[in-house]
């Protein structure tokens, strides 16, 4: 059952990352270590996870002895996270707050959106405000359309919708995605671990 907030779906529709299925779980190590990948080229340790759901990605970080802030616009999505937090043994400081109202103290040396943008009315809005809080890493990741929508036409689910996942109102290609990307941070390195375009950046302010 989808949570939502302010009539805006929060979390994960779908839960890839306690799936059991092979399928889903070889997909979701592809992430995982494209992720890896990304984050140890930057060499930091602090990291904020704008828009962190249930806290999964958050709290597998933190098992890496990785500083790490999570925030989400859901009270509710909130609260599960800090129990996931809680039960999985690890310190993650967490904060109710849309990424539209962040502000320069919620900075970190690397901001982590994952599967956020899709979800956003204003995805240009939402980056001046990380071009502010990437100091000056930031790694964002969508589902790479028209893939993602394929995907789901081929196992029957959101077939109404063409697939589309609900809660998606933007729909990244690699291509526009970079083109968004690229108006507000150096591009650094490009991953596609499938069905998703991940994406290490540079503020263009960094020395």
Known sequence: MSIIEDGIIAGNVYDKYGSVNPVVRYMMKGFHDCLDTLISKTGVTEIHEVGCGEGNLSIALAKQNKKVVASDFSEKIIKIASENARRAKVDIKFKIASIYDLTPSDSAKLILC???????????????????????????????????????????????????????????????????????FDIMDVLTPTPWTMVLCRSKNSI
């Open 114 to 184: 994952s599967e956020v943008l899709e979800h956003l009315q204003k995805p240009n809005n939402a980056m001046a405000i990380l071009e502010q809080l990437a100091n000056p890493f930031l790694i964002v990741s969508v589902p790479r359309e028209p893939l993602w929508r394929m995907l789901n036409l081929i196992r029957f689910k959101y077939v109404s919708s063409i697939g589309n996942t609900p809660g998606h109102v933007q729909h990244w290609s690699k291509k526009s995605l970079l083109k968004l990307l690229s108006s507000y």
